[in-house]
């Protein structure tokens, strides 16, 4: 009689949507669910999620896993969760209902508290402790905005009466029917109040930021003992919960880059570029962050990360604002029909600039706009801000590191367009490395539960982990890519030059 394997659930809970793999001990997706995640803009430059559809998006997920999987889900044997980083949850101890809409990693609400800290001359003790720039990216303004502005909830906070989380604490509270309340090292790397060098909450932020110590989670290792499931529909009682790790952690885990050098970029929503330094942090002088990732055994690293904020979205917003495609795989047909963007470049800067620029308060620009630009050549230009922005990003981690690097691995949903990837290695110069599977980011999760578990041992080769890759290489002339990337570069300059000043705009109109 055949023993059925033993499986690992892993959770991505993203931006748009969850996805749930199962994974057995061989490595090999043998089941795998997706539901859609609405976003909520009630205002220009405000993002959100309503917390019971982010719970609800995992249940759908993980029961079409399962209902896909041959074993029907039989021989569970442990849960690992990764998850859009940042997006803040406050939610009542006592009835787990959220006060509030979860203000989502996207946001841009507190950007004037984030340029009065820049004024009071707070960044560079924000960013010795955290290794991150102020922006309204990170969790700690959302959360100070959330018990500034919901009725009661400071004084509520303060009795203890309610708890803070990211997506990864909040899915980890609601599988334990909040028996639980914790986060991992990684996810609370990015909330701008983890002491990253100390790997405990800083009493220093947690004042600046008026957030009381007891609403905050216990922080753990990326693979620890969390808890186990109860009450969780679909899932038996007291399945182990043995991995967490942000999005980007979790697809650098994925891809086995798990030692000093590793280097990844995840194109999903945003774009993030990923580099392992080891085991102590190193701090970037040109915009990039200092964040936590994991080592072989799951165990605390460090990584210097570029993120993008719009990437996967600009083509988002080609289907569902400009009605430009019908479907995002449109977009690589309809990029191939012309032969080049026609002089235009977007600079999609919908939530202001992330890395290396940091810029809050800047917004998109689509620059060299003519009469015989066609939606052809807008989905054209759309794809290649993806790669001109991770371009940028590349160009100033070789700065640091004094180090151009030889390839560069990729994976997310984005990277399934050949035209992208081959338009990756041309202006980057350099090989692009993809995957057969690129949902890493839920297959990283997945190995963390798995050593967690004892599936694979710890600090192993996890079998399926090293896949066979397709490679696209560079084919473009030096001179067509330089003289490409100087339009780009002309773009953003065009978006970040200050505008006109006032008073001689009123001047000249005299």
């Given at each position: 009689?055949?023993r059925?394997?033993?499986?690992?659930?892993?959770?991505?809970?993203?931006?748009?949507?969850?996805?749930?793999?199962?994974?057995?001990?061989?490595?090999?997706?043998?089941?795998?669910g997706?539901?859609?995640?609405?976003?909520?803009?009630?205002?220009?430059?405000?993002?959100?999620?309503?917390?019971?559809?982010?719970w609800?998006s995992?249940?759908?997920?993980?029961?079409?896993?399962?209902g896909?999987?041959?074993?029907?889900g039989?021989?569970?044997?442990?849960?690992?969760?990764?998850?859009?980083?940042?997006t803040?949850?406050?939610?009542?101890?006592?009835?787990?209902?959220?006060?509030?809409?979860?203000?989502?990693w996207?946001?841009?609400r507190?950007?004037?508290r984030?340029e009065?800290?820049?004024?009071?001359?707070?960044?560079?003790?924000i960013?010795r402790?955290?290794?991150?720039?102020i922006?309204?990216?990170f969790?700690?303004?959302k959360?100070?905005?959330?018990?500034d502005?919901?009725?009661?909830?400071?004084?509520?906070?303060?009795?203890?009466?309610?708890?803070?989380?990211?997506?990864?604490?909040w899915l980890?509270?609601?599988?334990?029917?909040?028996?639980?309340?914790?986060?991992d090292?990684?996810?609370a790397?990015?909330?701008?109040?983890?002491?990253?060098?100390?790997r405990?909450?800083s009493?220093?932020?947690?004042?600046l930021?008026?957030?009381?110590?007891?609403?905050?989670?216990?922080?753990?290792?990326?693979?620890?003992?969390?808890?186990?499931t109860?009450?969780?529909?679909?899932?038996?009682d007291?399945?182990?919960?043995?991995?967490?790790?942000?999005?980007?952690?979790?697809?650098?885990?994925g891809?086995?880059?798990?030692?000093?050098?590793?280097?990844?970029?995840?194109?999903?929503?945003?774009?993030f570029?990923?580099?392992?330094?080891?085991?102590?942090?190193?701090?970037?002088?040109?915009?990039?962050l200092?964040?936590?990732?994991?080592?072989?055994?799951g165990?605390?690293?460090y990584?210097?990360?570029?993120?993008?904020?719009?990437?996967?979205?600009?083509?988002?917003?080609?289907?569902?604002?400009?009605?430009?495609?019908?479907?995002?795989a449109?977009s690589?047909?309809?990029?191939?029909?012309?032969?080049?963007a026609?002089?235009?470049?977007?600079?999609?800067?919908?939530?202001?600039?992330?890395?290396?620029?940091?810029?809050a308060?800047?917004?998109?620009?689509?620059?060299?706009?003519t009469?015989?630009?066609?939606?052809?050549?807008?989905?054209?230009?759309?794809?290649?801000?993806?790669?001109?922005?991770?371009?940028?990003v590349?160009d100033?981690?070789?700065?640091?590191?004094?180090?151009?690097?030889?390839?560069?691995r990729?994976?997310?949903?984005?990277?399934?367009?050949?035209?992208?990837?081959?338009f990756?290695?041309?202006?980057?110069?350099?090989?692009?490395?993809?995957?057969?599977?690129?949902?890493?980011?839920?297959?990283g999760?997945?190995?963390?539960?798995?050593?967690?578990?004892?599936?694979?041992?710890?600090?192993g080769?996890?079998?399926?982990?090293?896949?066979?890759?397709?490679?696209?290489?560079?084919?473009?002339a030096?001179?067509?890519?330089?003289?490409?990337?100087?339009?780009?570069?002309?773009?953003?300059?065009?978006?970040?030059?200050p505008?006109?000043?006032?008073?001689?705009?009123?001047s000249?109109?005299?």
């Amino acid at each position: 009689m055949s023993r059925t394997k033993l499986r690992v659930l892993a959770i991505d809970q993203g931006t748009t949507g969850t996805t749930a793999l199962l994974i057995d001990e061989e490595g090999a997706v043998t089941g795998r669910g997706y539901a859609e995640l609405p976003q909520h803009f009630p205002q220009p430059g405000w993002v959100e999620h309503d917390g019971e559809e982010i719970w609800d998006s995992v249940v759908q997920a993980v029961k079409a896993a399962i209902g896909s999987d041959p074993s029907g889900g039989v021989g569970i044997a442990g849960i690992g969760i990764t998850n859009q980083r940042e997006t803040t949850l406050v939610w009542d101890r006592f009835t787990s209902r959220p006060i509030a809409p979860a203000i989502v990693w996207q946001d841009r609400r507190t950007a004037p508290r984030c340029e009065a800290l820049r004024r009071a001359n707070r960044r560079r003790e924000i960013r010795r402790l955290t290794g991150l720039e102020i922006d309204p990216y990170f969790s700690a303004t959302k959360l100070e905005w959330m018990l500034d502005k919901t009725p009661g909830a400071k004084e509520r906070a303060r009795r203890g009466d309610l708890v803070f989380g990211n997506v990864d604490t909040w899915l980890l509270w609601k599988l334990t029917a909040g028996a639980v309340h914790a986060t991992d090292f990684t996810n609370a790397s990015r909330t701008m109040l983890f002491d990253i060098g100390k790997r405990s909450w800083s009493d220093a932020l947690l004042s600046l930021f008026h957030v009381p110590p007891a609403m905050l989670p216990r922080a753990l290792p990326s693979v620890s003992e969390f808890g186990e499931t109860r009450d969780v529909p679909g899932l038996e009682d007291g399945i182990p919960i043995r991995g967490i790790a942000g999005d980007q952690q979790a697809a650098l885990f994925g891809h086995g880059r798990v030692v000093a050098g590793g280097l990844k970029n995840t194109y999903g929503t945003g774009c993030f570029l990923m580099l392992h330094t080891g085991a102590k942090p190193v701090a970037s002088r040109a915009g990039l962050l200092t964040t936590l990732a994991c080592g072989p055994r799951g165990e605390a690293a460090y990584a210097l990360e570029g993120s993008v904020f719009v990437a996967g979205a600009a083509i988002q917003w080609l289907r569902d604002g400009l009605h430009v495609i019908d479907s995002a795989a449109d977009s690589e047909a309809l990029a191939r029909s012309v032969s080049d963007a026609g002089g235009t470049y977007l600079v999609p800067a919908f939530t202001g600039l992330g890395a290396p620029h940091w810029r809050a308060d800047a917004r998109g620009i689509w620059s060299g706009l003519t009469r015989g630009v066609t939606r052809a050549h807008l989905a054209r230009a759309a794809l290649e801000s993806i790669a001109y922005q991770t371009l940028d990003v590349v160009d100033v981690m070789a700065k640091e590191t004094r180090t151009r690097p030889r390839a560069l691995r990729v994976d997310g949903g984005a990277t399934k367009n050949d035209f992208l990837m081959q338009f990756q290695a041309d202006i980057l110069g350099i090989p692009i490395e993809r995957p057969e599977h690129v949902e890493l980011t839920a297959l990283g999760a997945g190995y963390l539960a798995g050593i967690g578990i004892g599936m694979w041992e710890k600090g192993g080769a996890i079998p399926g982990a090293s896949e066979h890759v397709q490679v696209f290489k560079p084919a473009l002339a030096r001179a067509a890519r330089e003289r490409m990337v100087s339009g780009w570069r002309e773009a953003v300059s065009m978006l970040l030059r200050p505008a006109p000043d006032s008073r001689a705009s009123r001047s000249s109109r005299r």
